[in-house]
């Protein structure tokens, strides 16, 4: 390359919307009062940079060639050549010494395209610095040309932070009230369109059938590439007309299919909506609309290995007058919709306006569509237990006789899973031992290994506490996609009678794999835990009781915080599990500022289903 | 990375001045827990040799040990697992007198400060590794108490995440099944040894005698090796017959393994298929890698070896060394001299 400054001369200045921190711009000198010098930056070489992808090779038997795992991105660099003009050489350096102030610290560079819609983009700035490019001829007209680095953080942030506000339901007690909008005994009314994802054709109208008399079967058409070529991404959407009804402000549909399918949302009559909370396969969806004639479900599959297109089975729909929770509403649930191209930090805000959350709080995400919730509670099918409402599952289980727990495997996404408890003692300090397992049922029938063991907790002052049971590999068997199986886990006292009774209040299936659990202990109203962001560069967990943060303070004690999650916010929707021991209907909220690859689209709350 | 360090009770991540990165921890069978290390920004970070460090995934511990070396120039951390205090305390009684008894000394240590949560394992009243006679010299330490008792059960020793003492056959089921034609790690007879000649000093005759262990099936070749068990002191010729059967059967008529795998979901299952996460695996779980013949006469087409040493990294792969590796490269052969 040739040396830069012989093109600054030949170039029209960059578009007059760059600045540094929002406020300081780089621009054409007739927009800046009050600066006694001009300051240009010029196309020549100008260069925005790109994320630097951090990859790791995988080792595999390809002759050629190597499969590549991309782990992460990193910091771009920017690149501009600034013009600095004065009339007078006290100027010339005062210009440059302004420019310098603004380098070499953490800030923003700020660029919107020259379109009159274009969104801001703005580029975290880690550090900055400025070279000399030096030109005999530029000294005698009184200009000086710096070539600026600026290295950034790999993505850009929207101009806007976004809130996601907690779910409310006023004067609204547990559990919800249900209201059967339609039990799908039969298909009168439903009718039922099929495409292929991504492509043009229309829909097509497909059969609706009668499924055992307790569903109704979108039958989607089983003329597709024959096995094993890999089956293109299918839609199924079904809609019913409806005499005017007040569906606010939940639509629950329990839906199932032959295949695991990765999108739902539903149009309520000229409105699309995303589910606000997903368990097993019950959908939620919260909408305003007082007077719904019109509901449509649309379900996207994704490209499968398979001979036929998946069906569609739709078991009920109700309508519901709050959010269920798990066990009682000290358990809850929630799906938020993250915007962006790139994954992000956020803040999570567990409240309650009047009442202590803890004990302890337990904050899990994680971003997969299988509608796995981690609770075993409500899954509880054996066991010798007592109603105790104050307790996070609303019940207490003696476990001298073995609590079992069984969950569709369905609702299991493959991974390494933390198993974990609220155990409690009656009295004392102590260390007592627990057994568990796990194990794959098809048809009610145990099939394959069992995982178990027995783990050693220790209870020193608190009498009832969090206990990492075991990290396991689930499922401990697995089954054909599509196969109707479930896990059954066992916890138990192995030696019932010696020793207190150990009881235990609710038991959870923790995805590491897939998800991010951060466990605090706090008595406190309020807890945050807010993503690792520059300028600090590490996560932080805050509790306090004003809203406003104003008298909120860190934890970082392995006594105060029992798991540090790296909560990931990815584009597209993220599930939000909280568990406040203290009190029932914390309120969850989230707010972040969207991540994206180089320039940030317009957020608007209009939704369009792909298809 | 979705592992988390606390130094000293504190979360470095949750302090604005401790931000880390490039972590690294390793586990070794027997031992346990061996190695960390992360580097932070340089300067001092408050952290300081040691001071305990435990690793989490979730709110389970995945390893544990002490600071014991800190680099403030370059920022760089390394941590010495909980097993190793072993090689740093004497093997007393709670008296302060030479023990001839690891849990006694276990106990006793802990008293003193070293930082183990315990142990499990069972007294070896009765029947003491070493002859009490043979400490008049000075205490041994604590790890070659342990190391002697273990041999003489036959078994391997090991402070885990949870900073307890377990002593214990080695599994003899596998966990993780690698796919065949994948990886197969190459074999070697170099560890291997059918006779061992083990030296004593007979408690009952006042000299010096040979005690021999021989594997009768042979299936590698007729490799021998000497022992010496001089160091513990007199015992019967009973006794130092049990111990060599136990050594054969625990070191000797084992296959070494040449070299170390890379892992990842996509070679290893449980035995239901589930694709592995590489973080739960561990040192001292067993391996069955299909479609390899250990030898020319066997018929059973996998070879199974323990896991000697996992290194885990921010990576989804995971590179595992088989337990009993033969010393190919000139850091293992120095290890093994030394």
Redesign the interface.
């Known amino acids: 390359m040739s040396d830069p400054i012989t093109y600054v001369y030949n170039q029209t200045p960059a578009p007059k919307r760059l600045t540094i921190g929002g406020t300081y711009p780089l621009a054409s000198p007739d927009t800046i009062a009050g600066r006694p010098y001009d300051l240009e930056t010029l196309a020549a070489d100008a260069n925005f940079g790109n994320p630097q992808p951090i990859t790791?090779e995988?080792?595999?038997?390809l002759l050629d060639g190597a499969r590549v795992?991309h782990?992460r991105d990193g910091n771009r660099e920017s690149y501009f050549q600034i013009r600095i003009t004065a009339d007078n050489p006290h100027d010339l350096a005062r210009g440059e010494a302004e420019l310098r102030a603004q380098l070499q610290r953490i800030t923003t560079l700020e660029w919107t395209p020259p379109h009159a819609l274009a969104p801001t983009s703005k580029f975290i700035v880690v550090t900055s610095s400025m070279r000399w490019l030096f030109d005999d001829h530029a000294e005698l007209q009184l200009k000086r040309v710096f070539g600026v680095t600026f290295v950034c953080l790999p993505h850009v942030r929207s101009a806007d932070t976004i809130v996601v506000d907690a779910i409310t339901t006023p004067g609204s007690t547990s559990p919800p009230t249900i209201t059967t909008v339609d039990n799908c005994n039969a298909t009168t009314g439903w009718a039922a369109e099929w495409k292929l994802v991504g492509t043009s054709d229309p829909w097509a109208t497909i059969p609706v059938t009668s499924y055992a008399g307790t569903a109704i079967k979108a039958d989607s058409p089983t003329a597709g590439p024959p096995a094993p070529v890999a089956v293109a991404a299918s839609s199924i959407r079904v809609s019913k007309t409806f005499a005017a009804f007040d569906a606010s402000p939940y639509v629950r549909f329990t839906i199932t299919s032959s295949r695991a399918f990765d999108y739902v949302a539903l149009r309520v009559d000229d409105t699309w909506v995303e589910p606000i909370l997903v368990d097993g396969d019950d959908y939620y969806f919260e909408t305003a609309d007082t007077s719904v004639t019109f509901l449509r479900l649309q379900v996207n599959w994704p490209r499968l290995i398979s001979p036929a297109y998946p069906d569609l089975f739709v078991h009920d729909v109700a309508k519901y007058s709050r959010l269920p929770q798990f066990g009682t509403a000290r358990e809850l649930g929630r799906t938020i919709r993250v915007h962006g191209s790139e994954r992000t930090p956020g803040s999570i805000a567990v409240e309650h306006e009047s009442t202590a959350l803890g004990g302890h709080v337990i904050v899990y995400t994680h971003d997969d569509a299988s509608g796995y919730t981690p609770p075993l509670g409500p899954d509880n099918i054996s066991g010798s237990s007592s109603v105790v409402s104050t307790n996070v599952s609303g019940k207490a289980y003696n476990l001298d006789t073995p609590a079992v727990f069984e969950k569709s495997l369905a609702g299991i996404p493959?991974?390494?899973y933390?198993l974990?408890a609220l155990l409690s003692i009656p009295s004392g300090s102590g260390s007592y031992d627990i057994a568990w397992s796990a194990q794959?049922y098809v048809g009610g029938v145990a099939v394959?290994?069992a995982?178990s063991g027995t783990t050693?907790i220790?209870w020193t002052s608190d009498l009832k506490i969090?206990a990492?049971l075991?990290?396991?590999?689930?499922?401990?068997?697995?089954v054909a996609p599509g196969a109707t199986a479930t896990v059954r886990i066992s916890i138990s006292d192995p030696t019932p009678g010696s020793g207190p009774d150990i009881t235990l209040d609710e038991a959870w299936i923790?995805n590491?794999?897939i998800g991010?659990?951060t466990?605090a202990k706090t008595t406190k109203r309020r807890l945050w835990i807010d993503s690792?962001d520059i300028p600090?560069?590490?996560?932080?967990?805050w509790t306090g009781d004003n809203a406003d943060r104003s008298d909120a303070y860190?934890?970082?004690?392995?006594?105060q915080?029992?798991?540090?999650?790296?909560h990931v916010w990815n584009p597209g929707t993220t599930s939000i599990f909280t568990v406040t021991e203290g009190v029932e209907d914390a309120a969850v909220s989230f707010d972040y500022t969207p991540c994206w690859s180089h320039h940030p689209m317009a957020i608007t709350d209009e939704l369009e289903p792909t298809a | 990375m979705t592992e988390q360090i606390a130094v000293a009770g504190r979360w470095l991540a949750l302090q604005t001045d401790t931000a880390w990165g490039d972590l690294q921890y390793t586990g070794r069978h027997p031992r346990g827990c061996w190695t960390a290390e992360w580097r932070m920004a340089p300067g001092d970070r408050g952290i300081y040799r040691g001071q305990p460090v435990d690793i989490y995934d979730g709110a389970s511990p995945v390893w544990a040990g002490h600071i014991a070396s800190v680099d403030p120039l370059t920022g760089t951390y390394q941590a010495d697992g909980a097993a190793r205090e072993a090689e740093k305390r004497l093997g007393l009684d709670s008296g302060g007198a030479a023990s001839a008894g690891p849990t006694t000394a276990i106990a006793a240590a802990i008293a003193r400060g070293m930082n183990w949560a315990g142990h499990t394992i069972a007294s070896f009243s009765g029947d003491l590794p070493v002859d009490a006679a043979s400490l008049d010299d000075g205490p041994l330490y604590l790890q070659q108490l342990l190391d002697a008792g273990a041999e003489q059960r036959g078994e391997e020793w090991w402070v885990g995440p949870d900073r307890i003492a377990r002593m214990g056959p080695t599994t003899t089921t596998p966990t993780w099944f690698l796919a065949p034609g994948f990886i197969a790690p190459g074999v070697d007879d170099e560890e291997y040894a059918q006779y061992l000649f083990g030296r004593y000093y007979s408690s009952t005759t006042s000299t010096y005698q040979t005690a021999i262990a021989e594997d009768t099936l042979a299936p590698y070749g007729g490799a021998e090796k000497a022992v010496s068990l001089i160091g513990r002191g007199a015992m019967t010729s009973t006794k130092a017959a049990t111990i060599m059967s136990k050594i054969l059967q625990r070191d000797g008529s084992r296959l070494a393994v040449i070299g170390s795998v890379a892992v990842d979901a996509s070679n290893l299952t449980n035995a239901g298929g589930t694709p592995a996460d590489v973080r739960l695996i561990t040192e001292g779980q067993m391996v069955r890698a299909l479609g390899t013949f250990p030898d020319a006469r066997r018929l059973t087409p996998y070879i199974d070896f323990v896991i000697g040493e996992v290194r885990h990294d921010a990576t989804t792969v995971v590179t595992i060394q088989p337990l009993g590796r033969a010393a190919t490269d000139l850091r293992a052969l120095f290890e093994k001299g030394a």
Do not use: K
């Open positions: 790791t995988v080792q595999s038997l795992e782990l493959a991974g390494r933390e974990g794959t394959g290994e995982q050693t220790t969090y990492p075991a990290r396991i590999l689930l499922p401990p068997t697995r923790f590491l794999s991010a659990l466990i690792a600090l560069g590490v996560p932080a967990i860190a934890l970082s004690l392995r006594s915080v029992l798991a540090v999650g790296t």
